[in-house]
């Protein structure tokens, strides 16, 4: 049964480095991507048809109205913005523990807190936001 454990356990581990490869690798190829004219067409068409999209009807058209509307469409984006940020952090952690690496088990922290900090904020503000009172 020790064997058993062993090899599973041995599994799990094996498993675990290759996502955490596989997650890190697909991260540095976005971020080498957004460095590009092509990735930041990539980022940019999708807000800006989101922000085109943005209605309101004629009982809304006040100034509150507006504010409502669009933190309507970018309230949930920073919260999985936040949420993708965390979870690059946990990786980072859990990359820093199997390595035994003080320094990129600090930065995962740093950026799991991070990633949780825009969550909240994403997720806070858009219902906090009010004109006149």
Not at 27 to 50: E, F, H, Y
Request: with cysteine.
């Amino acid at each position: 049964m020790n064997r058993f454990s062993a090899a599973i356990s041995k599994a799990q581990d094996k498993a675990t480095e290759v996502g955490a490869k596989a997650m890190l690798t697909t991260i540095n190829a976005a971020g080498r991507l957004m460095n590009t004219r092509a990735g930041k067409v990539m980022l940019g068409v999708p807000i800006a048809v989101s922000a085109c999209t943005l209605s309101v009807s004629a009982e809304d058209a006040t100034a509150q109205g507006m504010i409502d509307g669009i933190m309507g469409v970018l309230g949930p984006g920073v919260i999985g913005l936040g949420s993708l940020v965390a979870v690059v952090g946990g990786i980072q952690t859990g990359v820093g523990f199997k390595d035994d690496n003080a320094d990129g088990k600090t930065r995962g922290f740093q950026t799991l807190i991070g990633g949780a900090i825009i969550a909240a904020v994403g997720a806070l503000v858009p219902s906090s936001i009010t004109i006149g009172g």
